[in-house]
């Protein structure tokens, strides 16, 4: 079991950047493929990006590749979304999520474990 909180959202105006991070209970949190993804009002969830367990390999989302850098700390049980070049479409509550296993799956479905979400405003 690993619980997740979420912190570093906010209100930003268009082009500015936000550090999104979330901590992990637990001590085992090198074993879990970790995932960021957002949900906007009326939309499905949808995946942002995403790390490996030592934090090698990233895949990002079309959407975001070039502005987002999903990265981890796993002495410190944290993984943080840098968000540059922000814009209105990117307003959303970002989630990030876990999941056992060295797999790095873009659906929602496939992660196990879940954070509350954080809020990200941007405002043109």
């Known amino acids: 079991q690993v619980q997740l909180v979420e912190s570093g959202g906010g209100l930003v105006q268009a082009g500015g950047s936000l550090r999104l991070s979330c901590a992990a209970s637990g001590r085992t949190f090198s074993s879990y493929v970790m995932g960021w993804f957002r949900q906007a009002p009326g939309k499905e969830r949808e995946f942002v990006a995403g790390i490996s367990r030592g934090g090698a390999s990233t895949y990002y989302a079309d959407s975001v590749k070039g502005r987002f850098t999903i990265s981890r700390d796993n002495a410190k049980n944290t993984v943080f979304l840098q968000m540059n070049s922000l814009s209105p479409e990117d307003t959303a509550v970002y989630y990030c999520?876990?999941?056992?296993?060295?797999?790095?799956?873009?659906?929602?479905?496939?992660?196990?474990?879940w954070g509350q979400g954080t809020q990200v405003t941007v405002s043109s």
């Open positions: 999520a876990a999941r056992s296993g060295r797999y790095v799956p873009a659906s929602a479905d496939e992660y196990d474990y």
